[in-house]
């Protein structure tokens, strides 16, 4: 996979990892294979903590380096290792009516209905269903984004 524009050195990422051990990052969020921290810069890290969580960070860098939908959260770049990933910030999605409404939808069926959605599902091998979890979902620029995206079919036949 080619490298992102912005790159970030090895050293950044060493850094990362310091102040993680540190305790000065912030947990919001964790799954079975990840946990975010807020960098208070407006993005957050995923460092993986486990090979599931190295497979969603390159799911999600493989699915951010070719997509041109502005459905998903920017990924700035990614450890060479694939240990870390660093995101856009989003906000919380607390109600999946949020996402619902942007849609122009009345319920999850209709959602997982949706063109681009599926398409994107189709396209980047992920289960539609994930979008129904408004977990999934962030708010950046006051429009939904999706957040979380790592969890393809491939991930979930290997490692679930």
């Known amino acids: 996979m ?7 050195s090895d050293a950044y990422f060493r850094m990362i990892s310091s102040n993680i051990k540190k305790g000065l990052y912030r947990q919001i969020g964790k799954g079975s294979g990840r946990i975010v921290y807020d ?3 407006g993005q957050v890290i995923k460092a993986a903590m486990n090979v ?5 960070n390159i799911e999600e860098y493989r699915v951010s380096s070719i997509d041109r939908s502005n459905l998903f959260a920017r990924i700035y770049d990614v450890s060479d290792d694939y240990q870390y990933l660093v995101m856009d910030k989003a906000e919380n999605v607390t109600d999946i009516s949020d996402v619902w409404n942007y849609f122009g939808v009345t319920g999850n069926n209709e959602l997982f209905q949706n063109f681009r959605l599926r398409n994107l599902s189709e396209k980047y091998n992920l289960l539609i269903w994930d979008f129904g979890r408004a977990v999934n979902w962030g708010i950046i620029g006051g429009k939904p984004v999706i957040i979380d995206y790592g969890f393809t079919r491939r991930v979930r036949k290997r490692y679930y």
């Open 2 to 8: 080619k490298r992102n524009e912005y790159n970030f």
């Open 39 to 41: 960098l208070d810069n």
């Open 52 to 56: 599931k969580g190295v497979a969603q």
